[in-house]
């Protein structure tokens, strides 16, 4: 054993040698890095991506509990089947009507979050070298499962109206050019993680029609698109073609503490969900399942989702209130729903480097580096504003705009010397 490893108890560095290749794609990310510093009170956190748990009554979750415990507990506290409840996959119908799919509950999987549906679906289709194409930025959990299966990601450019059917057109021949083999399409088209952006009507058939014609699969991640603040998101891309993988969760429209997410996927798919997901756990938590389907039944779960809608419309009218009155020169996304905002930096500031120095001011955000797969991003920053209070993200961006002004100050100083 190498003299740098003391014991297995408290470092595992001494087995570096003996981990898979795959292990070592494994590193903190930048966001989880973050937690640490930021949980402390006096910090600003814009940082991690909460949701507004308090927001919800908590007297809901304890009536669904005595219901579903009187009526079905043993089964609650059982072992269920891999693909999920039978009830709530009946009830995620409902759901998935709003935004214009209609699907059978056969083809649904539960899983623990979405999470873990990306999970599964990049195991089942990413060898070494393969290529995803996702927005530019992109979902930083995203990346790192794709990573994880030693995917390359080429980014698609995104702009206020989502991702740009051209350069995904181009982004396919180059990678067509260059031999490579492309797996499928990563996209979260409403209130997207972490630009806030919604890929708009229009563009959503066009998308459909190039990935049909060069026979490329789309990945659609919908955690958001219930969380909107003056009007629905356009029909999802999975109700236009049968063969788009959807993901759905309960952690933005409920809470992130019960794990629960879904995956509606073509039959052949479906299987082979299921069967990854038993292998990798037997079966998603039955008292978790349980738990929401009780919940979908006895509470006016669409009232509290309009509950939540009004908190995160004023957090967002706070958020872009602030920057307009801190820092009225740096060009923000405007999000018509979901957590956050996507902010572009003057140039020569980079976010990643800027990050003590605004905790120093006791401020966090998530630098733009961490949406993106190839290291790019530098220029812009996160902002997500669902968790703190209204007058706790103004303070935040009071701080934020003293860091950055002062930043812009020190780099016009040194330019002027040069
Ligand atoms: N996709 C996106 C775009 C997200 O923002 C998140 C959570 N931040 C997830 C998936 C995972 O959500 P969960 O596993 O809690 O369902």
């Known amino acids: 054993m190498p003299e740098t490893s003391p014991t297995r108890s408290n470092n595992f560095d001494g087995w570096l040698d003996s981990y898979s290749e795959r292990a070592h794609t494994l590193s903190v990310s ?4 973050l937690f640490a510093v930021v949980s402390r009170p006096e910090v600003v956190s814009l940082a991690g991506g909460m949701p507004y748990v308090s927001a919800l009554p908590k007297e809901l979750l304890a009536k669904a509990y005595e219901s579903m415990m009187a009526k079905k507990g043993d089964l609650a506290i059982q072992y269920g ?3 999920g409840d039978a009830e709530l996959r009946e009830q995620l119908r409902d759901i998935m009507a709003i935004e214009g799919i209609h699907a059978s509950p056969d083809d649904l999987v539960v899983t623990t979050g979405s999470q873990h549906a990306l999970d599964l679906v990049a195991g089942l289709f990413l060898d070494k070298g393969d290529v995803v194409l996702a927005e530019g930025p992109s979902y930083v959990g995203a990346i790192g499962i794709f990573r994880h299966y030693e995917a390359h990601i080429e980014h698609v450019f995104t702009d206020d109206d989502g991702i740009s059917p051209v350069a ?4 396919i021949d180059r ?3 260059q031999g490579r083999r492309i797996k499928f399409l990563y996209l979260v088209p409403n209130f997207a993680n972490p630009s806030g952006v919604t890929l708009a009507k229009e563009r959503r058939p066009q998308i459909i029609e190039i990935c049909q014609r060069e026979h490329i699969l789309i990945l ?3 955690p958001y ?8 998101v356009p029909d999802a891309l999975r109700s236009m073609d049968d063969n788009v993988i959807y993901l759905g969760s309960f952690s933005k429209i409920l809470a992130p503490g019960f794990r629960v997410g879904y995956v509606l996927a073509p039959p052949a798919l479906r299987d082979k969900i299921v069967l990854a997901q038993e292998s990798a756990l037997l079966c998603p938590s039955m008292f978790s399942q349980m738990m929401i389907s009780e919940y979908l039944s006895v509470a006016d779960w669409r009232k509290q989702v309009d509950t939540f809608r009004g908190v995160y419309r004023e957090r967002r009218d706070a958020a872009l209130d602030a920057m307009s009155e801190y820092l009225p020169n740096l060009r923000t996304t405007k999000p018509d729903g979901g957590f956050y905002l996507w902010v572009t930096l003057p140039d020569g500031i980079d976010s990643k480097a800027m990050l003590p120095l605004a905790v120093k001011e006791l401020v966090a955000y998530t630098p733009g580096t961490a949406f993106f797969g190839d290291g790019t991003g530098q220029q812009h920053l996160r902002i997500c504003y669902s968790y703190p209070t209204p007058e706790r993200i103004k303070l935040g961006i009071k701080r934020l705009a003293t ?3 002062l930043q812009t100050e020190l780099i016009e100083t040194f330019g ?3």
């Open 30 to 33: 930048e966001v989880r890095a």
């Open 81 to 83: 089947g891999g693909q």
């Open 168 to 171: 995904l057109q181009e982004a």
């Open 175 to 177: 990678m067509k050019a």
């Open 220 to 222: 659609e991640d919908n």
């Open 225 to 232: 698109g219930l969380l909107y603040f003056d009007k629905p």
């Open 403 to 405: 860091v950055i002004n």
């Open 416 to 418: 002027k010397k040069k």
